[in-house]
């Protein structure tokens, strides 16, 4: 019988399909475990190698999971709106809708063949009107709430009507806009209905505003910093210009102390969690308002180094802040207006990296210094940003590094502040702790009591105050795409409403292009039938808006995180099961939070930060009753992808060989990896008859070395754009799922980069081949009922032990050598005994499960090997009972011995000299003397 991994791998696929053998129970005597990836977006192109590698190592561990006794949710689903189907909408016509369909038949056809234990029972799709219409309900539901800062927490926005109604304003300690103003009980009693409106608007977690925005004019959208690489977008690679846009946003920043105190509560790797930390940014300092000399307007600056106040010799603004227009003088406005245009191309991304460049115009205005009132020159500069504290910062350049070069540049004064430090020195170091001069009251003083002193000094002025600040800014929510969820928003008299549950979902129209409209609009500008009537809740024809009964919907959608950031409860319910609720309580409170997540550390900040906020926000208003998502979240590694190359010789069609290139100009061109044999050898006529750029090399000449043309190798990311993507689909073919899987986790540690060599496959093909040559003969089954020998149970359970270990520390590359190893010794020993290779086959079972499953199935067990429970480790079995020692005489070895562990030093003694060995050495001489260390050594002297 031979290993037809092909026909193999089909009939479990199949078998687990139709017995449902991986679908989860919202309710079990079992522990409950689960066990998430981050669902992926379903491209056009497929999966490439690289994408399984973290499902791999997910599913090995839901399947060790369910060996181990456990309840296992292990889902999956596609985050399915986005903004690749809405361009390949705008180039073809073609509804993203109908792409986005294409492309999850391609996924899943390719995840299925890969043998993942997926419940496809409760499958998602974020761009499915059923589930999307609960991203509405959160957005309804943050609308409809306010972040009290005296609870820490989300509450009803009706409580705060209430509290308006009663008290007014003063009193109440909440996260809104800078700009509210004060009012009593009797003025908001007074207020009109669409004056309470727009104050509520101030409060709320979600909320219009103008904000400076990320805008691409060639996507015609809105992009997220963490859509935006080295200053163009990630998709197209277009550029990004700051832009201010009436936008929704979200006020994470109420929730910035909790995102950050809830990183010291879950299992996540140190430099993830730093990456958050750096993220929210939290500061300690001090609020510090300067006067603008010749206006009634105020610089409000936050400094974590408020005691450094006598060292401020002028103030920079972000070029996008809102006073700059207002107080540039009338010869310094065309360098300045000059300046902001250029830094508007520039996104806050790039002006963040960028510590090099040193550039900045004076605005020609002055600010009063709040102690010795001397002016202070306003520059703007784009190292400060608009978005981060207040857009403005007091330069003190005998303390930082950026400020000093600035007033380097710019030959403005640099007061020193520090006794006894050189002023070019220029940095806080440890100036921390150095007395204070030239700084009026606080000289002498050092920084901890100095700070204190500034800061009542300022209150007393009433121009500052102590203040916790964050980097964390609210979180822009609208985005100027068609594939995305519709807001649940009507406008009346420019104010939002919201569309009531019971109407959800507001699905998305039909529209003639996926383009902006000629004047500016979202491409739901372009749709005829989208109106909202209140009469009979319903969308209704343009043609009927009359600002009475029926309004104008929201045009904007929602960015791609919104379905992302609550898709995990939405899995805890079979689909065929879910009701009137984004999760029944009785799922929630059976599967909490996921146990385990594994994904890419490139959502660091965007996804993980947002569905962390989300979460918290819907325990707050008692919908969930977690108050973290992801217990433990593992990044795994990227498997890189090994390009080939070919070299025109500069400006010629002629290619040279790698191996002839030195010493001349070329210019490396990427070619496909599928025209490429293991020997780096390049199939010309493969290439040049390509149907996608074959006919950029269709008349070039290919100079050879030794008969054949030899291209370039360098590892980079796997990419279809450098053409050395390898399709899963031919590696299951060739040489089947298993190998695929257990290739991929040998390949190295989960969490690390590494290069993807499909030569290497072979070698866990051939160990699989030596598995079913182990069980299975040219005769049939080779396992008997026979009694294992202390071998054969000696390699068994240092593997049970060394698996077990490697899977609980998802160090999954090192128990395929193990495998390896025991099935070698396995061979060496001629083990044949079912009591042994039965418990190995569940071992193997995770990382290769068709073949498992099938030797499982011939050793004549009728249930799935999923179901077996993992073989109990007996260290007993590792126990040594006899001891090989060396027999030495006069301190040289001469033969040894295997002897039992129990024997005392005189039968020890005695056994070995009354050994044949030992008299030949002996020849009839009596020893002077025999030491005997048991379980050591013997020595005979003499």
Known sequence: MTYNFNDIEAKWQKYWAEHKTFQAKNQSEKPKYYVLDMFPYPSGAGLHVGHPLGYIASDIYARYKRHKGFNVLHPQGYDSFGLPAEQYAIQTGQHPAITTETNIATYRRQLDKIGFSFDWSREVRTSNPEY??????????????????????????????????????????????????AFTAEDWNGFSADKKQAVLLQYRLTYLAETEVNWCPELGTVLANDEIVNGVSERGGYPVIRKK????????????????????????????????????????????????????????????RPDTIFGVSFMTLAPEHELVSKIVTADQKEAVEAYIEKTA??????????????????????????????????????????????????????????????????DIAIPNIFEGVDISEAAFGEKGNTKLTNSDFLNGLAYKEATKKVIAELESLGQGEGKTNYRLRDAVFSRQRYWGEPFPVYYVNGKPQMIATEHL????????????????????????????????????????INNTTVFPLELNTMPG?????????????????RGDAFASEEALNYWESVDLYIGGSEHATGHLLYSRFWVKFLKDRGFVN????????????????????????EGTNTYLSHGLIEGKKVTPIHVKVQYVNASDELDIDGLKTDGEFGEDFKDAEFILEDDVYKVGREVEKMSKSKYNVVNPDQICVDYGADSLRLYEMFLGPLEQAKPWNTAGITGVDGFLKKVWKLYV??????????????????????????????I???????????????????????CVSKSVLEPFLILLSPYAPHIAEELWSQLGNSESISEAPFPEFDASQLVESSKVYPISFNGKMRFTLELSLDLSKDELEKIVMAHEKTQEQLQGRTPKKVIVVPGKIINIVG
């Open 808 to 830: 609980e520390n998802f160090s999954f590359n090192t128990s395929v050598s193990t495998f390896m190893i025991a099935v070698n010794e396995f061979n060496a020993q001629k």
């Open 561 to 577: 995180w919104a379905g992302s950031s609550w898709y995990f409860f939405r899995y805890m319910e079979e689909a065929s099961k």
């Open 505 to 544: 979902p507001i699905r998305l129209p039909e529209v003639e292009k996926y383009l902006p409209t000629e004047t500016g609009e979202p491409p739901l500008g372009r749709a005829d039938v989208w109106a909202w009537c209140t009469e009979t809740h319903t969308v209704v024809s343009n043609e009927n």
């Open 245 to 304: 846009m009436t936008q929704w946003s979200m006020r994470i920043s109420a929730y910035a102390e909790r995102l950050l105190q809830g990183l010291n509560d879950i299992d996540w790797t140190d430099s993830l969690k730093e990456s958050q930390r750096n993220w929210i940014g939290k500061s300690v300092g001090a609020s510090v308002t300067f006067n603008v000399k010749g206006y009634d307007d105020k610089i409000e600056v936050f400094t974590t």
């Open 132 to 181: 999307y219409k609960w991203t509405q309900w959160i957005f309804i539901q943050l609308f409809n709430s306010w972040f009290n800062n005296d609870t820490a927490k989300a509450e009803a926005i009706s409580t705060l009507e209430t509290l308006f109604s009663k008290e007014g304003n003063a009193t109440v300690n909440a996260v809104c806009d800078d700009n509210v103003e």
């Open 777 to 806: 003969g040219e005769d049939g089954l080779n396992v008997t009922d026979v009694e294992p020998t202390k071998d054969n149970l000696k390699t068994l359970h240092k593997t049970i032990k060394k698996v077990q270990e490697d």
């Open 626 to 649: 977690i108050e973290e998502p992801f217990k433990k979240l593992i990044n795994q590694g990227m498997i890189l992808g090994t390009s080939a190359f070919v070299y025109r010789e």
């Open 345 to 410: 191309k520039r996104s806050e991304r790039e002006r963040m990296a960028d510590v090099k460049t040193i550039s900045g115009v004076f605005t020609g205005a002055y600010a009063e210094h709040p102690f010795t009132k001397e002016p202070i020159a306003i520059w703007i500069g784009d190292y400060v940003l608009a978005s981060y504290g207040t857009g403005a910062v007091m330069a003190v350049p005998c303390g930082d590094q950026r400020d000093y070069d600035f007033a380097k540049h710019f």
